[in-house]
């Protein structure tokens, strides 16, 4: 890991200043930022703890929704009881990911911002070639291990997977990001790679994220996420879903449904397909194993993460399975027979 | 030039004055500064948990933590959960009964990561333990003696 230098900021404006200089970044947890850094990919030069700032680690929770501070740790989220009635699916995507550890440490607005995994962009001393960390040298992934690489929201620049759960619990019940400049919907805050695989989110150099908002909705408190991994604990998925639905009052008709994927693209991503051909259909298996297919509607196989195309659509199934069983109890034996 | 920068800090109830880069780690600091070596390096990335100590009484990586971070904090270290008297710290004297090792280098993480779980109230099953105690990884594969003893110490504090 290189040196730098290292500031403990007094205010958020003192930090802000700071991080609008090219080789400056902030600390938060930062159990992404020293990471990179001693895998060489983040050098920065000046390091500006905002760790130890007042005021951005609330976390209000009332009939509207939840506010949480970005400097809130995934710990304290996924641990509130009021979290975790309103927003099962929040709650479990925090406490489902990294280690208790790390959960102590890393902040929400870092979750946001962790970088992916994969592993050429993360060893540059070997894989030089990588149009993320230094845009325009190619892609070593491309042709390489695949097995943990999107199927979807590629393009022909980087086919790098985002590996953050929250985020995909957020996309899924429309949150907004918000910063010091602007409030921006979290659908519209991460960036496909497109030709620029090195801009991931919408923020300006320098912008500080000040924290969520997500809307108190009858989905986001019916909801669950579902992990599927390698490994049974502290592991990234492999493919997720978070879900959201409310049933008609004959308890069988779905009246809303939210799916986002996880783990399989390149950004959180929100499979509204799915939404639209499911919302006013019954809850029957076989049903909603033909809709869940439309969550890869259009994903490009690798090879080594065609696996992916079969098993996220069967994880998008079970997880509306799941949530519709717990609302009604008498679905239980009509799901059993074919799931 | 190597800058480096005077740091103060509050280990085990006790002050170190420590003179560091300031990309050191509270991992380094403490065991090549601060001549703590009980904490463990196993990946130095976040990845095994060799390294788990308490900052505030919460447990953290140390590896992932800059030592200037943890001014201002209270650290606690493995060579801090004994007794005043020496006498070990319930967690450790269930480690040795259950023989929650064999080579022992995951043992302080291990321990310090128990510590903490069982005072978060995380020890109400085996699987949760299990899933709590994930981020501690050990290759001599001890786990089922360290959940042994993680849920012997749970139920003595409970007591
Ligand atoms: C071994 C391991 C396993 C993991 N497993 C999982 C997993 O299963 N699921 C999962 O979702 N994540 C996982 N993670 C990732 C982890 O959740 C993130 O590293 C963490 O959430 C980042 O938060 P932080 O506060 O530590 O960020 P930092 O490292 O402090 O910051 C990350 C980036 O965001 C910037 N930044 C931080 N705060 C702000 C802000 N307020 N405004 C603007 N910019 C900011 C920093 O400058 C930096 O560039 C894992 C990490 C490790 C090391
Ligand atoms: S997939 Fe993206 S991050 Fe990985 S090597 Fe290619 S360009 Fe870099
Ligand atoms: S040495 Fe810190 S987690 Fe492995
Ligand atoms: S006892 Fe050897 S690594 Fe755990």
Redesign the pocket.
Same mark, same amino acid.
């Given at each position: 890991m290189l040196d730098f230098s290292y500031t403990r900021a007094r205010s958020a404006e003192e930090a802000r200043a700071a991080?609008g200089e090219p080789a400056a970044?902030? &600390?938060?947890? !930062? =159990? =992404?930022?020293?990471?990179?850094a001693k895998c060489g990919v $983040?050098r920065?030069d000046t390091v500006?703890d905002?760790?130890h700032l007042d005021g951005?680690s609330d976390i209000l929770v009332d009939g509207t929704g939840a506010s949480i501070g +970005?400097?809130a740790?995934?710990s304290a989220v996924a641990d509130r009881a009021d979290i975790r009635h309103a927003f099962p699916a929040v709650s479990q995507?925090?406490s489902?990911?990294?280690?208790q550890q &790390?959960?102590n440490?890393?902040?929400?607005?870092?979750?946001?911002?962790?970088?992916t995994?994969c592993p050429y962009f993360r060893d540059p001393a070997t894989f030089p070639d990588c149009n993320k960390r230094n845009p325009g040298s190619g892609c070593a992934a491309l042709g390489g291990v695949t097995r943990n690489q999107a199927i979807l929201g590629t393009s022909d620049h980087c086919i790098a997977t985002y590996? !953050?759960?929250? +985020?995909v619990a957020l996309v899924a019940f429309d949150a907004t990001v918000r910063?010091d400049r602007r409030e921006v919907p979290i659908d519209a805050f991460f960036l496909t790679p497109d030709d620029r695989p090195e801009q991931e989110t919408v923020?300006d150099k320098g $912008?500080?994220? =000040?924290g969520l908002t997500i809307p108190a909705t009858v989905a986001a408190r019916q909801s669950t996420y579902l992990?599927v991994?390698d490994r049974q604990s502290? $592991?990234?998925?492999a493919a997720s879903a978070a879900i959201g639905l409310d049933l008609e009052a004959d308890g069988v008709t779905i009246r809303d449904l939210r799916v986002a994927l996880?783990g399989v693209a390149t950004k959180p991503w929100r499979a509204r397909t799915v939404e639209a051909a499911l919302i006013g259909k019954p809850v029957r298996p076989e049903i909603i194993a033909e809709a869940s297919r439309l969550a890869v509607e259009g994903a490009v196989s690798h090879g080594g993460n065609h696996y992916k195309i079969e098993l996220a659509p069967r994880v998008v199934a079970r997880a509306i399975l799941t949530v519709a069983a717990h609302l009604n109890p008498d679905l239980n034996p009509a799901l059993g027979e074919t799931a | 030039m190597t800058r480096t920068i005077r740091l103060s800090l509050d280990i085990n109830e006790r002050r170190y004055e420590i003179d560091v880069e300031p990309r050191v780690t509270l991992l380094d600091a403490l065991r090549d500064h601060a001549g703590l070596s009980g904490t463990k390096k196993g990946c130095d990335?976040?990845?095994c948990g060799a390294c788990t100590c308490h900052i505030d009484g919460q447990r953290v990586?140390s590896c992932?933590t800059l030592a200037a971070q943890a001014e201002g904090r209270k650290i606690t270290t493995i060579e801090g959960i004994a007794a005043a008297n020496g006498d070990l710290h319930p967690v450790q004297l269930a480690f040795i009964e259950h023989d929650a090792f064999q080579c022992g280098y995951c043992t302080p993480g291990q321990i310090m990561s128990a510590v903490a779980c069982i005072r978060e109230g995380r020890t109400g099953s085996d699987e949760e333990i299990r899933e709590y105690m994930s981020?501690n990884l050990c290759r001599c594969g001890a786990y089922n003696s360290i959940v042994a003893a993680v849920r012997e110490a749970a139920e003595m504090a409970d007591a």
């Open positions: 991080a970044r902030l &600390l938060a947890g !930062g =159990t =992404t930022l020293l990471d990179l $983040e920065p500006i905002i760790s951005l +970005a400097l740790k995934m995507s925090l489902l990911a990294a280690s &790390l959960r440490m890393a902040t929400i607005g870092g979750n946001l911002l962790q970088r995994r590996h !953050g759960d929250l +985020a910063t923020l $912008e500080m994220i =000040t992990k991994r502290y $592991e990234f998925a996880g | 990335q976040g990845q990586l992932l981020g």
